[in-house]
């Protein structure tokens, strides 16, 4: 038989075929900064176990992953859109965005009245964290479509469109807080916001409303610290003193005030300077009565009740119930005490568990009031941790107690949105249209792949991708800033050309941007691992690995495209 | 000077693709003028004539990416009225432009299905069934002459005349009636412009397709076309059966008409 073209073409094992994969590279830069961080942080002097190391200790993972996912996500965004061919400048900007859209609904609830008239819109004194984020990618993805639609109805390079938004945006958000988070009095807003309740930790505690007594010393306490539905309002009242009349009003009906009661607090309001001030006031008028409040607790206050309270509450937990937990915390003492025996050499008494116990342990049992925060900012993976726990891994040297509880949230999203986003490449119609779009645009408009729909979808992708990166923030750590996500994006893009992303489109893999991920999530955490490195070994090492990802990928492409 | 043809011999099937009196005019440049052509069912129709003949203008217009300003097109005896590309792949017209309309960048089976993709679900977030895809494209091929070794193998490391197959392939596995070659031979190396043509052949074969090729090279024509039709400045100036051409009929009326021996004997001076 005549030789073809088609035995030109050498036949490759499975092994080769391995090594040939586009985002081998980044592999072998990922295994080599996992060891090496891992030797410099402890590992080399425990016999060359890089596992053995305070990067890779419980806490070391916990913090590692956090970082790795924040940049992982926006990263899968940039690069699905750099396939397509194009680029996005503004996730960091977007990132602010986010942030800033979702904490000062949060502080301030919703308030729209047409300008210039009384006509009110909407008038919302809570906006539930569901709310919050779904009200904030609509106004994400919304910037997305209108960035997508711009490149691809002018033909402007993205880069131009994008580093334009970098600025709008950036810029949108300081307006926004220097507009909107501010006290009437105040000239303007402060561009950060530090104090939203624990969202993911509140607690509804409605079902022992009868049984909860307030001694006259903690409320004013109570008051301020406990319950956040009261909370919120008040900030709201704060920020209109000129109208404190209605905004007490609105707090009197969801807290049932009696008049006499409402009269006294419009009386004294005008005259308070602050919240702590309006709450102690309240707190003296209503003598903070369970009766007109509604019990919405953080976790870790629900378990600073008086004894008398926490024992009230441990009466009304199902016996068999408190017997479990019970028995668990005694299980987890004796480990504890066993385990710290072991370590100083002498016996420990495992520590006794009182009703009390139970009944703090029992709160945090109790499921979050809101879910979405703690999807966005809780643990995830608990049961991992509680589980390595118990076979001897994961403990404190000091105290033999667990050391973690869980993962970051932002861990499960990281991987959630890079399955999602293989799937999407490797087995849907809609990845051969992305491939296609950044590979040959003409190609894929020939046969009928709507590239002007994939391309603007993209752009809506990585404004979702930013959104959640700041949803996971703020309901993590409960605060936010103008500054957030600054430089974000070229650290997304740099993380999507060592997963083997072109600048031209139509290339790389989703492994691959996994890989690049971990490679500068635990370069950039590597210093407080390491004490005498410091953050300019961080660049040197991003600029360096990011240039030769950029040459493996040129001559990547070249072997695939034949050299064209 | 209108060339002298001799009769074309006459068929008896009806034409799968009739063009009457097609004309184009872009603003006051005339591009097509009174164009008529039949295509035949399992016949290659050689589309001749010189740079700026028309013969762009003309393809473009069969495959709905210009509406004609004047005559009809008749796809099995029928008129069609193609307002976009869409329609005209609808009604069975296949063209395999110059540059493939390819990805290099993408596999075989990724570039065979590009927006046609085989999936379960609806949308575009459908399920790829890609191992029946990888099986298709490799079928599709190989009944056109190109065996391939993996279809998970990227466009751009295959040779131009495997490129040019896994278009006309994919052209005629989407329903294509008429297949519009575009010059495929220009731009190949010689060994691979002869797997083309065969290929072009094997379609041939199949004798369910009629085939319009736009060349420019004469032997090539010679070689597959059972018909010719010369352009020139927008007109036709010439068409025939094999049969009925003589070789120095074909390179006088490819030049345009003009006389090879009057443009040989003024270089001689």
């Known amino acids: 038989?005549?030789?073809?073209?088609?035995?030109?073409?050498?036949?490759?094992?499975?092994?080769?075929?391995?090594?040939?994969?586009?985002?081998?590279?980044?592999?072998?830069?990922?295994?080599?900064?996992?060891?090496?961080?891992?030797?410099?942080?402890?590992?080399?002097?425990?016999?060359?176990?890089?596992?053995?190391?305070?990067?890779?200790?419980?806490?070391?993972?916990?913090?590692?992953?956090?970082?790795?996912?924040?940049?992982?996500?926006?990263?899968?965004?940039?690069?699905?859109?750099?396939?397509?061919?194009?680029?996005?400048?503004?996730?960091?900007?977007?990132?602010?965005?986010?942030?800033?859209?979702?904490?000062?609904?949060?502080?301030?609830?919703?308030?729209?009245?047409?300008?210039?008239?009384?006509?009110?819109?909407?008038?919302?004194?809570?906006?539930?964290?569901?709310?919050?984020?779904?009200?904030?990618?609509?106004?994400?993805?919304a910037f997305g479509w209108l960035i997508g639609n711009i490149v691809v109805r002018s033909g402007l390079p993205s880069f131009i469109v994008t580093l334009a938004f970098l600025f709008f945006l950036r810029g949108l958000?300081?307006?926004?807080?220097?507009?909107?988070?501010?006290?009437?009095?105040?000239?303007?807003?402060?561009?950060?916001?530090?104090?939203?309740?624990?969202?993911?930790?509140?607690?509804?505690?409605?079902?022992?409303?009868?049984?909860?007594s307030y001694p006259a010393e903690q409320a004013i306490g109570a008051a301020k610290g406990c319950l956040s539905v009261f909370e919120r309002p008040l900030n709201n009242s704060l920020a209109k003193l000129d109208n404190v009349k209605d905004n007490i009003a609105n707090l009197a009906t969801t807290s049932k005030m009696s008049p006499e009661q409402l009269a006294r607090i419009k009386e004294l309001a005008p005259a308070t300077t602050s919240k702590e001030e309006l709450a102690a006031k309240i707190a003296e008028v209503c003598k903070v009565d369970p009766n007109t409040i509604s019990l919405e607790m953080e976790r870790v206050d629900a378990q600073k009740l008086s004894a008398d309270d926490l024992l009230a509450i441990f009466s009304q937990i199902p016996a068999g119930r408190a017997e479990s937990l019970r028995n668990m915390l005694e299980a987890d003492a004796t480990r504890t005490a066993e385990r710290l025996s072991n370590i100083k050499g002498n016996t420990v008494t495992p520590a006794s568990i009182n009703d009390i116990d139970v009944a703090k342990e029992f709160f945090m049992t109790l499921p979050t009031k809101n879910p979405v925060a703690d999807l966005f900012g809780g643990n995830i993976l608990e049961w991992l941790a509680n589980w390595t726990n118990v076979i001897g891994w994961n403990i404190t040297e000091r105290t033999g107690a667990q050391w973690?509880?869980?993962?970051?949230?932002?861990?499960?999203?990281?991987?959630?949105?890079?399955?999602?986003?293989?799937?999407?490449?490797?087995?849907?119609?809609?990845?051969?249209?992305?491939?296609?779009?950044?590979?040959?645009?003409?190609?894929?408009?020939?046969?009928?792949?709507?590239?002007?729909?994939?391309?603007?979808?993209l752009f809506m992708t990585t404004a979702a991708c930013a959104t959640i990166f700041a949803a996971t923030q703020v309901f993590d750590t409960n605060s936010a800033d103008a500054a957030k996500g600054n430089l974000k994006e070229l650290e997304a893009i740099a993380t999507a050309v060592v997963g083997g992303a072109i600048l031209t489109g139509g290339f790389g893999s989703i492994w691959g941007v996994v890989f690049g991920a971990i490679i500068f999530g635990l370069a950039q955490n590597a210093l407080f691992y390491i004490p005498w490195l410091d953050g300019a070994y961080y660049r040197m090492f991003l600029g360096s690995i990011l240039l030769a990802a950029a040459l493996m990928n040129e001559s990547i492409r070249k072997r695939f495209t034949g050299g064209i | 000077?209108?060339?002298?043809?001799?009769?074309?011999?006459?068929?008896?099937?009806?034409?799968?693709?009739?063009?009457?009196?097609?004309?184009?005019?872009?603003?006051?440049?005339?591009?097509?003028?009174?164009?008529?052509?039949?295509?035949?069912?399992?016949?290659?129709?050689?589309?001749?004539?010189?740079?700026?003949?028309?013969?762009?203008?003309?393809?473009k217009t069969l495959a709905g990416v210009h509406a004609p300003n004047g005559g009809q097109i008749f796809i099995d005896g029928e008129v069609v009225n193609f307002k976009s590309p869409r329609d005209a792949s609808e009604a069975g017209i296949g063209v395999v432009y110059q540059d493939l309309a390819i990805n290099p960048l993408a596999t075989v089976t990724r570039n065979f299905f590009l927006g046609r993709e085989m999936a379960v679900g609806l949308g575009p977030f459908s399920w790829m069934k890609m191992r029946q895809m990888d099986r298709i494209a490799t079928e599709q091929m190989a009944s056109i002459g190109i065996h391939i070794s993996d279809p998970e193998q990227t466009v751009g490391t295959m040779s131009g005349g495997q490129k040019q197959t896994l278009a006309i392939a994919r052209a005629i596995y989407f329903g294509a009636k008429v297949l519009i070659l575009d010059e495929p031979t220009s731009a190949l190396g010689q060994i691979q412009q002869m797997e083309v043509l065969k290929t072009i052949r094997r379609v041939q074969q199949r004798g369910d397709i009629a085939i319009i090729l736009i060349t420019h090279n004469e032997i090539h024509a010679r070689l597959i076309a059972d018909r010719f039709t010369f352009l020139s400045l927008g007109e036709v100036i010439g068409s025939g059966h094999r049969d009925d051409m003589e070789s120095g009929d074909i390179r006088r009326l490819m030049a345009g008409g003009a006389e090879l021996a009057d443009l040989a004997a003024e270089l001689a001076v």
């Not at chain 1, 009437?184 to 022992?208: A, C, H, Y």
């Not at chain 1, 861990?411 to 986003?421: D, P, S």
């Not at chain 1, 799937?423 to 020939?446: D, E």
Request: charged share 15%.
């Open chain 1, 1 to 141: 038989m005549a030789r073809s073209e088609a035995d030109r073409r050498r036949k490759v094992g499975y092994g080769e075929s391995l090594l040939r994969r586009p985002e081998i590279g980044a592999f072998i830069v990922m295994i080599v900064v996992l060891v090496s961080l891992g030797w410099a942080s402890g590992g080399w002097q425990n016999n060359l176990n890089f596992l053995d190391s305070t990067a890779f200790s419980p806490l070391g993972v916990r913090n590692n992953t956090r970082i790795v996912a924040q940049l992982g996500i926006i990263a899968i965004g940039a690069f699905m859109l750099m396939v397509a061919g194009e680029f996005d400048l503004s996730i960091g900007s977007m990132i602010g965005f986010a942030g800033m859209s979702l904490a000062l609904l949060l502080k301030w609830g919703l308030h729209i009245t047409i300008p210039f008239t009384d006509i009110v819109l909407v008038d919302l004194d809570v906006v539930p964290p569901s709310l919050a984020f779904l009200l904030t990618l609509g106004m994400t993805l």
């Open chain 1, 173 to 212: 958000t300081e307006v926004c807080y220097r507009f909107l988070n501010r006290a009437p009095g105040d000239r303007s807003g402060s561009t950060q916001v530090s104090d939203l309740p624990d969202f993911k930790n509140l607690i509804d505690l409605e079902r022992f409303r009868s049984i909860i």
């Open chain 1, 404 to 457: 973690i509880d869980g993962l970051y949230a932002v861990v499960g999203w990281w991987i959630f949105v890079a399955l999602v986003a293989w799937f999407v490449m490797q087995r849907t119609k809609a990845g051969n249209w992305i491939y296609s779009t950044g590979g040959n645009l003409q190609a894929a408009k020939a046969n009928g792949v709507p590239t002007d729909g994939v391309k603007i979808s």
């Open chain 2, 1 to 59: 000077m209108a060339a002298k043809t001799k009769t074309t011999t006459t068929t008896t099937t009806e034409p799968v693709i009739r063009v009457s009196n097609l004309s184009k005019r872009f603003g006051n440049f005339t591009a097509l003028n009174n164009v008529s052509l039949d295509v035949h069912v399992g016949e290659v129709h050689a589309l001749l004539g010189d740079n700026g003949a028309g013969k762009s203008t003309l393809i």
